[in-house]
């Protein structure tokens, strides 16, 4: 069983920064493909980043390409979202998401990760 917390979210102005971090319990022995989502009120859950195991293959929501970056500490089980330059537009719940995959595969569609956290709520005001 794999268990993912988020954490980091909170209430930031137009033009800031965050970071997410995403602690995942995950058995070392195998390889997982990880990302993030958000969910804004009233919309549906949508792709952030994505990043494959080893860290050498990384996609990007065009929303967001340039002002976020996805990375992770294999050491640590730990994914991060570095969020820079935030708009209002990205305040929504925040998503940790992993699925056991090849260490190239990358997964950029939520019905294709078995694993999800509670979410980190990420406000932007204007």
């Known amino acids: 069983q794999v268990q993912l917390v988020e954490s980091g979210g909170g209430l930031v102005q137009a033009g800031g920064s965050l970071r997410l971090s995403c602690a995942a319990s995950i058995r070392t022995s195998r390889t997982y493909a990880m990302g993030w989502f958000r969910q804004a009120p009233g919309k549906e859950r949508e792709f952030v980043a994505a990043m494959n195991w080893s860290g050498g293959r990384v996609r990007y929501a065009g929303s967001v390409e340039g002002r976020f970056t996805i990375s992770r500490d294999n050491a640590r089980n730990t994914l991060y979202l570095q969020m820079n330059s935030l708009k209002p537009e990205d305040t929504a719940v925040y998503y940790c998401?992993?699925?056991?995959?090849?260490?190239?595969?990358?997964?950029?569609?939520?019905?294709?990760?078995?694993?999800w956290g509670q979410g980190t709520q990420v406000t932007v005001s204007s």
């Open positions: 998401a992993a699925d056991e995959a090849f260490a190239a595969v990358v997964r950029l569609t939520a019905s294709d990760y078995d694993y």
